[in-house]
T-cell receptor, first 112, second 111 residues
């Protein structure tokens, strides 16, 4: 069974731009969660999608948004990028959200 | 909301010795406590997890203990090996069903 994949793996953007990251979960998994990982803040929960609905949301500004498609693939969008958005963005999938989460390799976003 | 505190932030032990990492959580409704290992440049991977109806779980050299009354749980690694060097994260899933992570512990095994 293929693992969680994320595209692109690396991104360089400038302040004010927007970016879209993609996550393809393990086949059969309906829950996709997104996390921001930075050296100083560890792993911060962004949001979780289950069956195309946002089921949970972390404490991030409205510039961070996401969606999930009928095939469970998920996208995350960050608008009006700031320098502080530079981080590794990880997605994780699970069957139902309350069970084991499998992480993707992450997308490293650098904002200049 | 849920808050998870993890200690220590760095830990260095001699090969063959044991390592213990401790976490506390705030939400008494938390019922799922996974531990993840993240090697340099790689994705976090689940190494062991425990649910609130169990006090201890072992898997070879790794064990996790849970004290619901005190709201803390610990990871124990025995007979440490160089490949155990990594960053370890604890996490807790509370009533809000969000997985909240601790800040991570950088474990270094000295040969």
């Amino acid at each position: 069974k293929a693992g969680v994949t994320q595209t692109p793996r690396y991104l360089i953007k400038t302040r004010g731009q927007q970016v879209t990251l993609s996550c393809s979960p393990i086949s059969g998994h309906r829950s996709v969660s997104w996390y921001q990982q930075t050296p100083g803040q560890g792993l911060q929960f962004l949001f979780e999608y289950f069956s195309e609905t946002q089921r949970n949301k972390g404490n991030f500004p409205g510039r961070f948004s996401g969606r999930q498609f009928s095939n469970s693939r998920s996208e995350m969008n960050v608008s009006t990028l700031e320098l502080g958005d530079s981080a590794l963005y990880l997605c994780a999938s699970s069957l139902a959200g309350w069970d084991e989460q499998f992480f993707g390799p992450g997308t490293r976003l650098t904002v200049l | 909301g849920e808050n998870v505190e993890q200690h220590p932030s760095t830990l260095s032990v001699q090969e063959g010795d044991s390592a213990v990492i401790k976490c506390t959580y705030s939400d008494s409704a938390s019922n799922y406590f996974p531990w993840y290992k993240q090697e340099l440049g790689k994705r976090p991977q689940l190494i062991i997890d425990i649910r609130s109806n169990v006090g201890e779980k072992k898997d070879q050299r790794i064990a996790v203990t849970l004290n619901k009354t005190a709201k803390h749980f610990s990871l124990h690694i025995t007979e440490t090996q160089p490949e155990d060097s990594a960053v370890y994260f604890c996490a807790a899933k509370g009533g809000a069903q969000k997985l909240v992570f601790g800040q991570g512990t950088r474990l270094t095994i000295n040969p």
